[in-house]
Nanobody, 122 residues
Framework: QVQLVESGGGLVQHGGSLRLSCAAS????????MGWYRQAPGKERELVAT???????NYADSVKGRFTISRDNAKNTVYLQMNSLKPEDTAVYYC????????????????WGQGTQVTVSS
């Protein structure tokens, strides 16, 4: 299992930017696929982006062109650069990790972070 710790959340104005980080520790074989999820109040958790250990990425339609997921394998860290933020991006953002992309994509990864709050004011 891998331990995940997110950071970088906060309050930002509409149109602003934030960069989230997720530091992984533990069994690195368990984090070949990393992803970011978010959950807004009263809504289900939704997948935002995924990245494999080879750098292949996928994004939710709602964030394409605004968010960028990346990873630094030497630092065991994955990032989510969020630009042109909108109030509807307000949510708790969670980092996820698993050896298999299918499990990350269906919301059943082996590891979750504790979450970091992102609030976008209008």
């Amino acid at each position: 299992q891998v331990q995940l710790v997110e950071s970088g959340g906060g309050l930002v104005q509409h149109g602003g930017s934030l960069r989230l980080s997720c530091a992984a520790s533990g069994d690195t074989s368990c984090w070949s696929v990393m992803g970011w999820y978010r959950q807004a109040p009263g809504k289900e958790r939704e997948l935002v982006a995924t990245i494999t250990d080879r750098g292949s990425t996928n994004y939710a339609d709602s964030v394409k062109g605004r968010f960028t997921i990346s990873r630094d394998n030497a630092k065991n860290t994955v990032y989510l650069q969020m630009n042109s933020l909108k109030p509807e991006d307000t949510a708790v953002y969670y980092c996820a990790a698993d050896p298999l992309i299918d499990r990350v994509q269906i919301g059943s990864p082996g590891s979750w972070g504790q979450g970091t709050q992102v609030t976008v004011s209008s």
